[in-house]
């Protein structure tokens, strides 16, 4: 069965958003086109309590986008975004809600951060994501969203590490870093995951 995982389409991910992917509202038209040739569609959403670890407003003498040490794992401190039931974290006005059938929530823990839709970052704690795909049936992962090299890589490389086909849709993504993003892919392949465009998807 053909999925389609769509990976935090939030406003603070959005040009003039809190942590904005540069072009990440020009994804919004081709996954609302893409939902009508999948058997099942899902989403992540990122809903960060106030003063989340992540934040670099949370420490005190850190950046943003400086790299911290947060128990043991490597963390890069964001600005504030996509705090439960703010704007920022609201779907893209635009986005196609109507076929979504379920949405999970991640990076809800205030002291670790989850870029993964399955997994938070020391894999601790499931989002209940894959359980609920294997027993949909969902055997086929085609992934989009934002941000390429994190949200989507990180999901990606969970869906491929708990056995699932996994498909990044290259044109329904993009990234914070570009540079980033093309190590990202390299690892995507090696990993047994596929790159596709969206042209390439048959109904
Ligand atoms: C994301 C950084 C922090 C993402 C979420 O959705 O890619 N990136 N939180
Ligand atoms: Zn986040």
Not at 11 to 17: K, Q
Not at 72 to 80: A, N, S, T
Request: proline share 3%; hydrophobic share 40%; net charge negative.
């Amino acid at each position: 069965m053909k999925t389609l995982v769509l990976i935090d389409v939030q406003n603070d991910f959005m040009p003039g958003g809190a942590l904005a992917v540069p072009e990440g509202d020009q994804i919004v038209p081709l996954v609302n086109d893409l939902q009508d040739k999948f058997d099942l569609v899902i989403a992540t959403q990122d809903w960060h309590p106030p003063r989340h670890a992540s934040f670099a407003s949370s420490h005190e003498n850190s950046e943003e986008f400086e790299v911290i040490k947060l128990d043991g794992i490597d963390q890069v401190l964001w600005p504030d975004h996509c705090i439960q039931n703010t704007k920022g974290a609201n779907f893209h006005p635009k986005l196609k809600t109507s076929k979504i059938e379920a949405i999970f929530r991640k990076g809800t823990d205030i002291k670790i951060d989850s870029y993964s839709g399955f997994y938070d970052n020391a894999h601790q704690k499931s989002t209940g994501l894959s359980g609920y795909l294997k027993e949909k049936g969902a055997g086929e992962l085609y992934f989009a969203g934002l941000a390429a090299e994190y949200c989507v890589y990180f999901s990606i490389l969970d869906a491929l590490a708990e056995g699932f086909q996994a498909t990044l849709i290259e044109d329904a993504t993009r990234a914070l870093n570009n540079e980033e993003f093309e190590k990202a892919k390299i690892a995507i392949l090696r990993k047994g995951g596929k790159i596709i465009t969206s042209g390439e998807l048959i109904i």
